[in-house]
Nanobody
């Protein structure tokens, strides 16, 4: 049973925009940390941004702040990553992830933690900017 499903990736021109979606199961979605990660070939995995779905503002890596926006739709158990002003360096596989529900650290810390193997992960969606 799939618990995180990403969609919306594709190929766009530099300067373009794209919106990614991540639909989560109810147990993972409610009052939890959900976030977006990306990884390009030969580069470290990077936490792009995240949100605590219980009612706190989203937060972002410096590399995307001002260009990317995370939003949520509680009726659909879905978070979104709206990307604008896309650059070639944004090219990567983008993954949705959720903090294991039994953990309780602040979501900003969860996003940059070294415990990624414990996360719930989507299968990823490719974003290519050229």
């Amino acid at each position: 049973h799939v618990q995180l499903v990403e969609s919306g990736g594709g190929s766009v021109q530099a300067g373009g925009a794209l919106r990614l979606s991540c639909k989560a199961s109810g147990n993972l979605y409610r009052k939890n940390c959900l976030g977006w990660f990306r990884q390009a070939p030969g580069k470290e995995r990077e936490g792009v941004g995240g949100v605590y779905t219980g009612g706190l503002p989203p937060f972002y890596a410096d590399s995307v702040a001002g260009r990317f926006t995370i939003s949520q739709d509680d009726t659909e158990n879905t978070i979104y990553l709206e990307m604008s002003g896309l650059k070639p360096e944004d090219t990567a596989m983008y993954y949705c992830a959720a903090r294991p529900p039994q953990r309780s650290e602040l979501c900003e810390y969860w996003l940059v933690s070294r415990r990624a193997a414990e996360n719930y992960w989507g299968q990823g969606t490719q974003v290519t900017v050229s």
